[in-house]
Structure formats: structure tokens, C-alpha cells
């Protein structure tokens, strides 16, 4: 069951709404605390997929809280008023769309941020009745911060709409139902009522015959039973009176005294007539026809004795008694049935009048007729009139391709009351145009026979939104062509109907090898006309049975089914190879991309979607790798190596914790002198139980998976605590130097972790140097000048790693804060006889001296390589010429010695 959350919070209100007139309105609608309806639900998962959020409500606001009539993602029904966010969409009745909960003053207390489930993106559109009373809200939430696209503000603003449309027909159809209830209930009482009168009259005026046929039968005894006689007419339920041709009264009972008020001397005195005003005539005219033809009725006003008038129904029988002519008969207060009739003409009048000024149609169906239509039918079926309904056939107002199909028997059941599910239908109105329609419909008796009431409501628009709709949220917005959902929808299909037929089926996964550098260079304007265009031709490649999709960015999926390896290699795929490198002319500019593709086969390769697209993109990677512009199956090779990565990566997040970490130190040399003066600080790692595993193996797989950070400040905090050591056990003082990673620089706590480490080892500042590649700081050059500013003003040294073999900018390089360069290898490895590295080092050496930086050449390994360098640059060098990286205690050895020999 859904579960309440309870939390505290405070009644919100707003000046600007009359709260008790609105409760009162959605009140009227009776739909709260109602069971879950398929048609709401069916719009509040439209609208999570539209706007791609976890959790999409109905929620509606009471004078307490805000309850769900659907849901989507949340498993609470309800929350107090004061516990939401709906209450500022409601109240500004336009759509509001808040990225980030934590970041709005408005929000960022509210318990659904602060405590589970964490709301951070919340969108909700209005639910306006039609005389602008807000209700509630269609929203949609996310876990994590994010926007919505115009599309899908469009898209929630129209099925927050559709919402109060089914509102709308909800409470017209609750309306219809109580008035036909009230007016079927009030026939029924007024028949009982009839019946009952009418059997007590019949049963009463038997009694009154048989009794005066007993006083002429029995004369002798007429004295002995008048007393009898008396009792028997006083306890008639009405007036009893017996009169001559001449209106002059023989005999009455006790109720003209007790009920009408007239003494027996009044009535002695009194005709018929004199008991009328208005009904006169009538009633004269009944006596009239009883004496006449033997027995006659009337319904008049009786005048009581204070002047009061009540309805009676009067009947009248002529008698002989002793060869004279009478009339016997007894009035009924017919009062409560003429009350039963009025309730059921006012019941009447009320159905009618709701029936008129319904906006939904509404037809009354007898014998597959239509007998009655009101306005909201004429206007759905383009008709100037109802009356021009009236008389019609049903099947004239279905499409003909509906008439056959269409329910029957369950659109007019026989005896359920509660109506007919809703059954949706085509219509065709007089002008000739299509209408798609949900009708449902009621039995009722009209004049004593079976008819039905139907209504229809035109949901032509509605149909047409949810069809744009479902298109919008499964196909690409740029290219027209099926997104991620839809490909994996029919993926699935292919694979069940390859799994019948015993065929074979092949995902191929592409993107574009130069795209990135299009889009940057050229402006996104210039990439999305290009990604439409690969997307048009790649669909000539294709097949109609086929499927393109495009996932994002420039990859694109093709979906092949009861194609061999041989006709995919063959055929299809250098034909997709060589439309997409033919020239695109995109404004003054003509673009050649090229493109890698990756192909997985099922079954061979997978027997489900996610395996398939997974092995299909490790195979465009591998063709990445072997060149570009070119294609490739999927191998188990590959996913031998994937499984190793993983593994490694396993192992890797472990390292940290298990001490497989260590430190090297390779010293740096003074040229001029042979001394040690610094160190660099090397990572090694080696597993436990298990051979070391080289640096070119996990470096680059920590950088790419972040664990680089924690490892490099371990390194530092490693080589900062060492030197520590060193200066305790009265080794010489050396600066050490330690690698910076991309990720670790532009890490945003990067300098205060900096700033705790010193703190925490009481280190000299100027003694920590730490290296950053050239790539590194031309990646992003203003932010990294900004850091490397901070870092000196910590007191570090700074270095620039691998000079010369980036893009530095003099510009740049003079802005700087840095105290040394140092030559990349690659410059020193074939010194002194090429010319053109012998070149590059001397002018970066002479750049050095102008800026007043110091040098460093790395991967320094024979004495002539260290000559040279000691003849042109003279500062330092490192590298196996002078010694390996060394554990801390051999180092520590060397340092002591104090320098290096020089052969």
C-alpha cells in the first residue's frame, strides 16, 4: 500500500486566491481520495517519459495536503500542504521549473530536499479549471539537478490540459448519473404512491358498497349496525358523503370535522359545490357525468374551514336507496402525490437543463435511434441545430470502417447501472469530417421503454497530442530518427523474431572520427546540419525492414536483421563507408569525415540488446584504435582485454588501502659539479603475492577513472614525510619533485588539501616541487595560470614537465609562475648527433636563462649525452646514466655519498 509521509510543516496560503471558494471547486469535481484511474496514469507516465524524470505526480491540494491521484516513481500518496512545491506553480498558474531545489530560497528547506527522497528538479503546470480556479498540479521531479527543453515544457503544459479535460468529463458524467438517479426515484415513488391510493379507495369504497348492499338486505337490522356503520365511514382514510340530485347531504363522516374543520351543522346546511372556489366547474360537471353515467372522478382544491385549500381526488357512484337517486363517494388528500409529482417534474426540469448546457454531447438512444440530442451533440457533429439530429440512426454518426466494430453490447449494456466502460470510436459529423470520440453510456426508461443515455467526448486533439507526443519522446529531435528507446524496442523484436525463424541479426555501432573537430572549429550550427545529413544517408543504405537511430552526439546505431557476416562485410558496410566520406558542402565549406564502425552479430555475440550494443561499440572502439575510417567485428579478444581493464581496475581501487604502494626517487644531478641536488618521486606498485605491474599500464587508468587523485596525494604526503626522515637522520636537504595529474590540478580542493599537507608534515615549502605536463596547462591556460598563482603563494616550486612537445604560447609561458622547464626525453635521446634535437635543446635552454628559469633534461643514458647537456645548459640532468629510481633506503645511501661519477 502507498504509505503518508509525516512531516511538519505549515498551511500555505495566497493573498491572491480565494481559498475557500477554491476548495469548494474541487470539492465539486469528488475526486479526491478516489481510486487510481488507468486514463490519469496513463498521462503521468507520458509526462516522466517526456521529460525523462524518475518520479511525474497528479497532485491536488486540499486544506491539509497535497494528494496524488497519480503517480510515477514515488510511493507515497499524499504529503502535508505545508511539505510540497506545487503550491508556488498553483498559485503563479503558470508553469514553473525549478534545476536545482538546493539552490532555490524558496525550496531548498522544504523536507522532500533535506530528507528523503532528495528532490533536486522539480516542473509543474497548473491544473485551471475553466473559470480560472487552480486545482492542483502535473509535475514531474528528479533526483539531481537539471533543465527542461521547450519541447518538453510544450509537451507538460498540453497534458496538464488534457487532465482537466478528463476532470471536466468526470464531473459531468457524476452530474448526469445523480439526476437521472433522482428523477427514476421520484417516478418510482409517485407510481407507489398511486397504487397504494388507488387500492385503498377501491378496498374503501368496496367496503362502503357491500355496506350500504347489507342495508338494504338487512332493513330490520339498519338501527342495531348505524353505530357500526358510523365508525366504519369515520375511520375511511378521507371524506365519505352521500348527496341527493339536489346537493343536499344524507350522510358524511367525521373527517370533514376532524381534517376539513366543518361542524354537522355546517354541513347540514352546505351543497358540494360550496366547498370550491376555483374547481367550481369541475367539480359540478362530475357530479353531473356520476349521476349521469354512474361514476365519475375529479382531482380538486377542497376549502378547509380556515380558508386553507388542499388537493383531493373525489369519486362519485350513483345509488337507490328507497326509490331515490344518490351519490356516494369519498374525497383523499392526494397532497404528498402532488408533492411526488412535483419532485419528479423539478427532477425532470433539472436533467433537462443539465442535458442543454453540457458542454460534453449527449444523446438519448432508443432502438439504435437517436430521440433527443442536446447542444454539446450539435456542435460535436457540425450541426446547426439538434433537432436536425433527432430521428437519425447511431450507425449514421460512426465511420463507416467503425459500424461493424463498434460495441454494442457493451457501449448499452441491459441492466448495469453504473453504465459502460468508456469505449473509444470514430464519428463522422454532417459536414463529412472524422472525429475520434469516447463515448460511454447509462440505461434509462424513457415514457415506460428501454433507452439509453450516451455521452461523447471529442478527443480529436487529445489523440493527436499523444500521438506527437509518443513520436517527440522516441525519436531523435534533431535527425527525425528513432532515439535510444525506440531502437531498443525494436531491437528487442528483431531478436524474439530472429529467435523464431532461427536467423541472424547484426547491431552496428559508428560515429563520426573528426566530429569534435568540426563542431569546435566550425560552430554546433554546422555539426547538427551535418549529423542530419549522415542520418539522410545513411537511410538511403538502408533497408525499409531496417532500423537507423542515432543515441547522441555523432553515434549512430543500425539495426540489420537475416543478413550473413559475409553480405554485412561485403556490401552494406562499405557502402555506408563510402556515402559517409563522399563530401558534404555545408555553407562556403566543404567537410570530409570519415567514420569508424563496430558490428556485433547475434546470436554469436549476445543473445540480448545490451550485450549486442555493448560489443558493438567495444568493436567501433578497436577500429578506432586500428586507424580509423574503417570497420570491425566484434572478437572475443576484445572482450578478453575489457575484462582485463576491469580487473586491473578492481585491483587498482584496492591498492590504496592494502599498502601496495611505494615510492622510487631518481635524483637529479648538478652538471657543473656531479652533486645530488633533488630528486623526482616515483610511483611503483606491487601487488601483494604478485609481480610489480609498470607504471604505463595503471597510470593512464587511474587518470581515467579518477583514482589518480587519491593516489597522487598519497604520493606527495609519501615524498613529503621522507624528506622529513631524511632531514632527521642528517641527510643533505634536497627539494623533491612529484608529478601533478590533469585531474589532480583542476581538481577544485586541489590547493587546500595542498595547503593541509605542509601543515600536516611541517615541511619547508620550497623543498616540495611539483611537475606539471606542458599539455596540462595549454589544456586550459587562464585557470591554470590562476592555480599555479595559489600554489606559489604556498611557497612550492613549480615545474613544466615534457617541455616541447605541446603547443606552449611565449604569451603564456611568460605568464607563468614557474621556476624550471625540463627537456622531454624524446630531445635528449639521440644527442649530440641530431642536429635538430641538439637545436631544440640549446634554445630551450637559452629561453630558460632569458626567463630566468632553471633546466632539467630528462632520460639522460650515456656520457656524451651528458657532456653535451653540461656544455649548452649546465644546470641539471637525470636519468639511467646516473642512477635508476631507487627504494628510499638506497637513495638515502646514495645522497649520502653526495654526488654521482661522471664517466
Keep these: 500500500m502507498a504509505r503518508t509521509e509525516a512531516v511538519d510543516c505549515s498551511t500555505d496560503t495566497h493573498p491572491s486566491i480565494d481559498e475557500p471558494g477554491r476548495l469548494a471547486a474541487l470539492r465539486q469535481y469528488r475526486i479526491l481520495d478516489t481510486d487510481p484511474e488507468i486514463e490519469f496514469d496513463d498521462l503521468t507516465r507520458l509526462a516522466s517519459a517526456l521529460c525523462g524524470t524518475p518520479i511525474a505526480l497528479i497532485s491536488l491540494l486540499d486544506e491539509n495536503r497535497y494528494w496524488f491521484k497519480s503517480r510515477v516513481g514515488l510511493d507515497i500518496c499524499q504529503v502535508p500542504r505545508g511539505g510540497g512545491f506545487c503550491i508556488h506553480a498553483l498559485f503563479s498558474r503558470e508553469l514553473m521549473v525549478v534545476e536545482d531545489a538546493e539552490q532555490d530560497p524558496r525550496m531548498k528547506t522544504s523536507p522532500l530536499v533535506t530528507r528523503p527522497p532528495h528532490v533536486r528538479f522539480y516542473a509543474g503546470a497548473p491544473l485551471i479549471t475553466s473559470d480560472g480556479v487552480p486545482l492542483g498540479t502535473l509535475c514531474v521531479l528528479d533526483y539531481a539537478p537539471r533543465a527542461l527543453t521547450p519541447e518538453q515544457r510544450d509537451g507538460l503544459r498540453r497534458l496538464a490540459r488534457h487532465v482537466m479535460v478528463l476532470f471536466e468529463l468526470r464531473k459531468n458524467n457524476d452530474a448526469l448519473r445523480q439526476a437521472v438517479a433522482e428523477r427514476d426515484q421520484a417516478e418510482w415513488e409517485l407510481r407507489q404512491i398511486r397504487q397504494n391510493l388507488e387500492q385503498r379507495v377501491t378496498e374503501r369504497s368496496t367496503e362502503l358498497l357491500e355496506a350500504n348492499e347489507h342495508l338494504r338486505r338487512e332493513a330490520a337490522e339498519r338501527e342495531r349496525e348505524k353505530n357500526l356503520l358510523d365508525e366504519l365511514l369515520d375511520s375511511l382514510p378521507g371524506a365519505f358523503y352521500v348527496f341527493d340530485d339536489h346537493g343536499h347531504f344524507l350522510r358524511w363522516n367525521r373527517h370533514f370535522f376532524n381534517v376539513l374543520g366543518y361542524s354537522d351543522e355546517e354541513m347540514a346546511d352546505r351543497h358540494p359545490p360550496d366547498f370550491f372556489a376555483g374547481d367550481k366547474p369541475a367539480v359540478a360537471a362530475a357530479i353531473a357525468k356520476a349521476f349521469m353515467e354512474g361514476e365519475a372522478e375529479v382531482v380538486a382544491h377542497i376549502i378547509k374551514r380556515n380558508g386553507e385549500s388542499l388537493p383531493y381526488l373525489f369519486n362519485g357512484h350513483r345509488i337507490e336507496i328507497d326509490g331515490k337517486t344518490y351519490l356516494c363517494g369519498m374525497g383523499v388528500d392526494i397532497s404528498s402525490q402532488k408533492r411526488a409529482e412535483q419532485r419528479t417534474a423539478e427532477a425532470e426540469q433539472r436533467y433537462r437543463m443539465v442535458a442543454q448546457l453540457s458542454p460534453t454531447a449527449i444523446f438519448v438512444i432508443r432502438d439504435g435511434r437517436c430521440v433527443f440530442a442536446n447542444q454539446g451533440a450539435a456542435r460535436l457533429l457540425r450541426s446547426g441545430s439538434a433537432s436536425e439530429l433527432v430521428g437519425r440512426a447511431l450507425l449514421d454518426f460512426l465511420h463507416p470502417q467503425c459500424r461493424d466494430a463498434f460495441p454494442v453490447d457493451a457501449v448499452f449494456p441491459e441492466r448495469d447501472w453504473h453504465g459502460s466502460p468508456r469505449t473509444e470510436t470514430r464519428m463522422l459529423a454532417l459536414d463529412g469530417s472524422e472525429l475520434d470520440v469516447e463515448v460511454a453510456s447509462a440505461p434509462l426508461r424513457l415514457n415506460d421503454v428501454d433507452a439509453h443515455i450516451m455521452v461523447a467526448h471529442d478527443i480529436t486533439d487529445s489523440k493527436r497530442h499523444q500521438a506527437q507526443l509518443q513520436y517527440q519522446a ?166 578478453r582485454k575489457i575484462d582485463e581493464r576491469l580487473r586491473l581496475q578492481s585491483r587498482l581501487q584496492r591498492a590504496l588501502q592494502r599498502g601496495e604502494f611505494i615510492v622510487h626517487y631518481q635524483p637529479k644531478v648538478d652538471l657543473p659539479s656531479g652533486r645530488i641536488c633533488g630528486a623526482e618521486a616515483l610511483l611503483r606498485w606491487h601487488p601483494l603475492g604478485e609481480e610489480a605491474v609498470p607504471p604505463s599500464k595503471f597510470i593512464g587508468l587511474a587518470e581515467e577513472t579518477g583514482l589518480i587523485v587519491p593516489i597522487g596525494d598519497w604520493v606527495m604526503r609519501a615524498a613529503c614525510a621522507q624528506s622529513k626522515e631524511w632531514e632527521a637522520h642528517g641527510l643533505p636537504a634536497i627539494s623533491i619533485a612529484v608529478n601533478c595529474s590533469p585531474r589532480q590540478l583542476l581538481d577544485p580542493d586541489f590547493i587546500e588539501r595542498m595547503h593541509a599537507l605542509l601543515e600536516e608534515t611541517d615541511i619547508d615549502p620550497g623543498r616540495l616541487e611539483i611537475e606539471v605536463t606542458e599539455g596540462t596547462i595549454m589544456q586550459h591556460p587562464e585557470e591554470a595560470i590562476a592555480i599555479l598563482a595559489r600554489m606559489k603563494e604556498l611557497g612550492l616550486k613549480l615545474s613544466v614537465d615534457d617541455f616541447g612537445t605541446g603547443y606552449s604560447s611565449l604569451s603564456y609561458l611568460k605568464r607563468f609562475p614557474i621556476d624550471r622547464l625540463k627537456i622531454d626525453q624524446s630531445f635528449v635521446r639521440d644527442l649530440p648527433d641530431d642536429r635538430d634535437d641538439a637545436a631544440i635543446v640549446e634554445a630551450v635552454a637559452s629561453l630558460a636563462r632569458s626567463l630566468g628559469l632553471r633546466v632539467t633534461a630528462e632520460g639522460v643514458e650515456t656520457a656524451a649525452q651528458a657532456e653535451f647537456l653540461r656544455q649548452h645548459c649546465n644546470d641539471e640532468a637525470q636519468g639511467y646514466y646516473f642512477s635508476k629510481p631507487l627504494p628510499a633506503a638506497d637513495f638515502a645511501a646514495l645522497l649520502r655519498a653526495g654526488a654521482v661519477a661522471m664517466h
Design 474 to 639: 522516441h525519436h531523435d529531435a534533431l535527425t527525425g530518427l528513432p532515439n535510444r528507446a525506440l531502437l531498443i524496442d525494436r531491437l528487442e523484436a528483431m531478436l524474439a523474431r530472429c529467435e523464431r525463424h532461427g536467423s541472424q541479426a547484426h547491431v552496428i555501432f559508428f560515429d563520426l572520427d573528426n566530429f569534435k573537430l568540426i563542431n569546435d572549429s566550425l560552430g554546433h550550427h554546422v555539426g547538427d546540419e551535418l549529423l542530419k545529413l549522415v542520418g539522410s544517408r545513411m537511410q538511403e543504405c538502408m533497408r525499409r525492414e531496417d532500423t537507423l537511430a542515432r543515441l547522441g552526439g555523432d553515434e549512430f546505431v543500425v539495426a540489420v536483421a537475416d543478413k550473413t557476416d559475409r553480405e554485412i562485410a561485403q556490401f552494406l558496410l562499405p557502402r555506408m563507408i563510402a556515402a559517409i566520406g563522399q563530401p558534404y558542402l555545408l555553407g562556403d565549406k566543404e567537410i570530409h569525415p570519415v567514420c569508424s564502425i563496430g558490428i556485433s552479430s547475434y546470436p554469436a555475440d549476445g543473445e540480448d540488446v545490451t550485450t549486442l550494443l555493448k560489443r558493438a561499440d567495444m568493436a567501433m572502439y578497436r577500429a578506432k584504435e586500428t586507424g580509423r575510417n574503417r570497420f570491425q567485428f566484434f572478437t572475443e579478444d576484445m572482450n
